[in-house]
């Protein structure tokens, strides 16, 4: 993700959303038209459930569609989107059933931007279950096997896994912090920035939690870089491991700054918006 303000573009963060909106009408001809999709849902900041802002992707739900088309489909979205614009392309059959009833009902998202981010933490949380699940069954057959194909998977997961902690960083940051880090490096500044305090906030990872965060994004900085090949399947195995005994940590952390986040709204009652 490249990150850009109002003082790097001509561009304003309206111009910006009005182009999302033109993009996200031709995604839905297109998956409509092409590929038989029955239904295609915005939601997220570009339907008004977060605040837009300058790092904002398009999350669309399709629905009507098999793994084999949602694959080929996604392709065929990415191919239409402005450069600055990334797409989140998912199968509403395959939503967590809480995030589904979300999309498919949309409730009205409160208009304080704290309660806003709690939701939006606790659906990442769910995500985050989720993957951990489907993480478990990966770690055995690697364990059995111990095939090649069975660790790049474990990768996979890993990688996931990760992803779903960013993700929640890069929530806070925008809500509250103003942005993610306007540096060309920006994950690791991304961590950094959490684990300190500041006038608006508590940090968000503290402690061990953070260096065994940071080794994961170190881990997912390989994965993008290297060849499956590369992976050492005994260092694999002890990041896939350690991820169901970080969880808990990661949850209690998330639950730590939502109190704060329910305490504090009544200080926010401005628009969920950036």
Not at 238 to 262: C, G, M, R, S, Y
């Amino acid at each position: 993700m490249t990150s850009y303000s109002p003082q790097t573009k001509q561009e304003t963060l309206e111009q910006r959303r009005q182009v999302a909106l033109r993009v996200a009408r031709e995604s839905d001809r297109l998956l409509r038209d092409r590929f038989g999709a029955t239904d295609v849902i915005v939601f997220g900041s570009l339907a008004g459930q977060g605040p837009w802002h300058w790092d904002s992707d398009l999350d669309l739900a399709v629905a009507g569609l098999t793994f084999e088309r949602w694959l080929l489909a996604a392709d065929a979205v990415r191919a239409i989107m402005p450069h600055w614009l990334a797409v989140d392309l998912v199968r509403l059959e395959a939503l967590n059933p809480a995030v589904r009833r979300r999309v498919l009902q949309p409730v009205t998202m409160t208009q304080n931007k704290l309660l806003t981010l709690k939701t939006h933490l606790e659906d990442e949380v769910l995500a985050l279950d989720a993957c951990v699940a489907e993480l478990l069954p990966a770690i055995e057959r690697a364990k059995e096997r111990q095939e090649s194909y069975d660790f790049r998977a474990l990768a996979s997961y890993i990688n996931d896994f990760y992803r779903r902690c960013e993700r929640m960083s890069e929530r806070v940051a925008v809500t509250l912090d103003g942005g993610l880090p306007q540096v060309q490096n920006w994950p690791p500044a991304l961590l950094r920035q959490l684990a300190e305090p500041n006038a608006d906030r508590p940090p968000l990872w503290s402690g061990a939690l953070l260096f065994d965060l940071d080794e994961y994004r170190h881990f997912r900085h390989v994965v993008h870089h290297k060849y499956g090949s590369d992976l050492r399947p005994d260092y694999v195995m002890h990041l896939a491991e350690l991820a169901p005994e970080v969880t808990p940590q990661i949850k209690a952390a998330i639950a730590h700054f939502n109190d704060w986040l329910t305490h504090s709204a009544d200080q926010y009652p401005g628009p969920a918006k950036a």
